[in-house]
């Protein structure tokens, strides 16, 4: 099988695995583990960040976010088909008492106006006060696109108009940076909180950061505790970050490109394919031009040897490149995947 199905497959390399063996660990929820304490303070650095806290998810981080950021009653504005409105099963609703107000997206980004408009008249006394923006970059649902330097700021400086605190959830911050030719701290430094994910392109087996200043990182120790974060030997799984870090940044890069060669080569070969969407390391495919359903199209690409998942749109699907993804790999699913969707049967072709 070609897992072609998330960039969350990944395996951790003999060498993270090494890695992994010869942690020095100790006890991380007293502070004490000093691999846990190492990824920390490279992390913090990484985002253009004071400090960084490990914790166990990057949903987790997320949560711990905007729970730090707000308060019960409070109201949060994102992008409508974000990772923290559709996939966190209501977190910020459950976690942090939070009203949640989706912004209609272009390529899951939104516009200052749009955060201006949304914006609540709460000093009437009725309404909740809007108090968060979460910025996703990359964006999940849009197909790994890329907010640029100068929308970010757009939307923070308006978000800093009106005193609303502005989250970064940068699950795929590199693939971002990466993208944008930027050091990923360039981009983290412009928000109050921005959150990392070890285990997406990174390649390692677990693990994300939280950071910010010195003292939202203090609130932010807490909410992990609260919400049974705070590990023990931590640094068992820590050495991982601190070897992804060193060795798994650059690579980034090759994934694009081996997206971009996936995009090209299905888009050539007759699938409905656009590659100029591919800006990262996803492949979305509109299956329903291809008269075939969602389920039907993971179906026969999964019986051909590519795995490839699901969107948010009934229509397209998604094939994500990452670390254990060659050349090989990608020049195989360009021959199988366009015969297994019938791709000369396209509807709108
Ligand atoms: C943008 C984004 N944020 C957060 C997460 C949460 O990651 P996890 O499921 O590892 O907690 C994901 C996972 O796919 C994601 O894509």
Redesign the pocket.
Known sequence: MIDLR?D?TTRPTPAMREAIANAVVGDEQNREDPTVLELERRAAAFLGQEEAVYVP????A?QIAVRILSRPGEELLAEEN???LL??QGGPAVFSGLVMRGLPGRHGTFAPEQVAAAVRDWHSGHMPRTRVVVV?NT??SAGGRVWTLEQMDAVIATSREHDLRVHL?G??IVNAATALGVPAAEIGRRFDTVQL?L??GLGCPLG?LVAGSAELMIAARRAKHLFGGAMRQAGIVAAAGVYALEHHVARIADDHARARRLAEGWAAAGLAVDPSQTETNFVHIDVGSHGLTADEGVERAAAAGVGISWTVDPSILRAVVHLDIDDDDVERAIELLPAALGASDRVNA
């Open positions: 998330s969350t998810t990057a949903t987790m997320n974000s990772h923290i996939n966190e996703e964006h999940n959830d699950a795929r994910c285990s997406k994300a």
